[in-house]
């Protein structure tokens, strides 16, 4: 790989970024992830005006959460009857801003080169603001019209701690959650439409709002409401950029709780609304840590423990080195403290379920919810214990990168579930092709799926320095999972998820050599792609 990467990313293409590595989808087997930065075309108004709702969560996982299905969480109320279609999404990275990149750029990480959560990965940096930025879905979609809304957490960056659960050398043994490094270097083993967007959030950083790269005082380009979170997920004691101004907030739960301003903020803007068409992204803090409540949720779901099913608490076997080092079985203090994670993430999640029957309703007493499409998904997974990995993301597995992808609007019939692979990066595609925007004069990897709509406390090392891996990915005539690691060895593996769904047997030794050979030149073209050649 021409970079150095530690988490893999995804192509069709999907996977994890310096914390970088990318999986592609193929069908049934022909191309992946790298290239050179988006071609910029110039930008032409298309004869459509069209608007949307989408709703986008942190890190939730559809095949973890059998609870409430594949939606934010168990209810007394029942908001998410919005969906009606439902979607099997894709993150191409399992990590916070690279994966978000992707979703505004429409574009694979090796072309928005955004490799990590820190501002020296790209992370909302100034390179990010003045080459990327401006070809993000909402700077097309302003450009068409439309009034944009944005509110939340944006694009976060990491401290540089390094949190390890090894003692070697200067390295602490204390860790939850990694920034950087968890390993030396050395070590190496139609009508009139509306769109509205949520995104909710998991882990604990810094992010926009770094005075490195504009500080509170940027507001990215397309946005003509912007009320973005300064530094990562909080619920109180947070600073917010209010189109441009600080605007600081304590601990109150009436006034502060954050989720609930962003709902509130949200609701102001749809009454205040002028005219049609109108693009609203929400972003609350759940399901990330410091996973705080609001107050009358704290006592929900006291019996819910993470999911047991599957691969939780086994052993990695003939999985890469940094899967197999964890402890396994895990110690009943590491079970303990991820079945409280699990809870307090399902409570925190009451609040965005809040929200949603909230704004709902309004876009309903405003006569606009009949015209609007609303989509809810999440930026990527998210694992409790499987493979005795108590709490993270960033591993190529599919309870790291499936997302839920809930869909409504109009022309969708209800109770409808689609099986073919969708990517994230195919969400900004779908929200111009909506607005009647030619997708194709962008630099957009992703593709509309809009003809689909219409059819129907124990530390686990979880990153390294080089954590980088790509994958080929086939669906039809067998589902099969193909990764390399671009490391010192070279490793591979590779899944039957037709005959092992939960990635249990790692078969790189046991498949015809001649089908590795295959899906490896397959992988070599795909990191070559670029714009339509994504998509061909």
Not at 56 to 62: D, G, H, I, R
Not at 257 to 278: C, G, K, V
Not at 323 to 337: H, V
Not at 355 to 363: A, D, H, N
């Amino acid at each position: 790989f021409p970079w150095e990467c530690h988490s893999g990313c995804y192509l069709r293409l999907v996977g994890s970024t310096v914390h970088s590595a990318q999986t592609a989808f193929l069908e049934p087997l022909n191309q992946p992830v790298f290239s050179f930065p988006c071609h910029h075309p110039e930008i032409h108004p298309a004869s459509h005006r069209l608007t949307h709702l989408a709703l986008v969560s942190e890190t939730q996982n559809p095949l973890l959460h059998p609870h409430s299905g594949y939606a934010v969480a168990e209810s007394q109320h029942s908001a998410f009857s919005l969906y009606r279609l439902l979607v099997f999404q894709f993150a191409v990275t399992p990590l916070c801003c690279p994966s978000r990149s992707s979703i505004l750029t429409g574009c694979y990480p090796h072309n928005h080169l955004v490799r990590n959560n820190s501002l020296e990965g790209n992370c909302s940096s100034l390179v990010w603001q003045k080459f990327q930025e401006p070809y993000t879905f909402p700077v097309y979609l302003q450009k068409q019209g439309y009034q944009t809304f944005y509110a939340g957490k944006y694009l976060n960056q990491v401290k540089r701690e390094t949190w390890c659960c090894l003692d070697i050398g200067s390295i602490s043994d204390v860790c939850l959650f990694f920034s950087f490094s968890c390993f030396p270097p050395s070590i190496s083993p139609p009508p009139l439409l509306y769109l509205l967007c949520v995104l909710t959030d998991t882990s604990n950083r810094l992010q926009y709002g770094d005075p490195k790269a504009g500080g509170v005082q940027h507001v990215p380009l397309g946005w003509n409401y912007w009320l973005g979170l300064v530094g990562n997920s909080k619920y109180y004691n947070y600073t917010l950029s209010s189109n441009g101004r600080e605007e600081k907030h304590g601990d109150l739960y009436e006034e502060d709780y954050l989720t609930d301003l962003i709902t509130n903020r949200s609701l102001a803007f749809l009454q205040r609304l002028s005219r049609p068409p109108f693009l609203m992204v929400l972003a609350p803090p759940a399901s990330h840590s410091p996973w705080t409540a609001a107050p009358h949720y704290k006592s929900a779901f006291s019996t819910i423990k993470a999911p047991r099913n599957g691969s939780f608490n086994v052993y990695g076997k003939d999985k890469h080195w940094l899967i197999r080092q964890a402890k396994s079985p895990m110690l009943n203090t590491s079970i303990e403290f991820l079945d409280n994670v699990y809870r307090q993430r399902w409570q925190t999640l009451l609040s965005v379920d809040d929200m949603v029957e909230k704004v709902l309703l309004q876009l309903k007493s405003l006569g606009l919810l009949d015209s609007t499409y609303v989509f809810y998904t999440s930026d990527h997974g998210y694992h409790t214990g499987q493979f005795s990995l108590p709490i993270d993301k960033r591993q190529l597995y599919e309870f790291d990168i499936r997302v839920p992808l809930m869909v409504r609007g109009p022309g969708i019939k209800p109770n409808q579930t689609y099986l073919e692979p969708i990517l994230n990066i195919d969400l900004g595609p779908t929200f111009l092709d909506i607005a009647g925007f030619n997708v194709s004069l962008t630099p957009m990897d992703g593709q509309s799926f809009l003809p689909l709509l219409q059819c129907f406390p124990d530390c686990v090392c979880e990153d390294a320095f080089n954590n980088t891996y790509a994958c080929v990915r086939t669906l039809h005539p067998i589902n099969l999972q193909y990764c390399e690691f671009a490391d010192a060895q070279d490793f591979v593996e590779v899944y039957n998820l037709t005959a092992d769904p939960h990635q249990l047997l790692n078969v790189a030794k046991a498949v015809d050599p001649s089908l590795l050979e295959q899906m490896n030149q397959r992988l070599i073209k795909f990191q070559a792609c670029s714009g339509p050649s994504c998509r061909s």
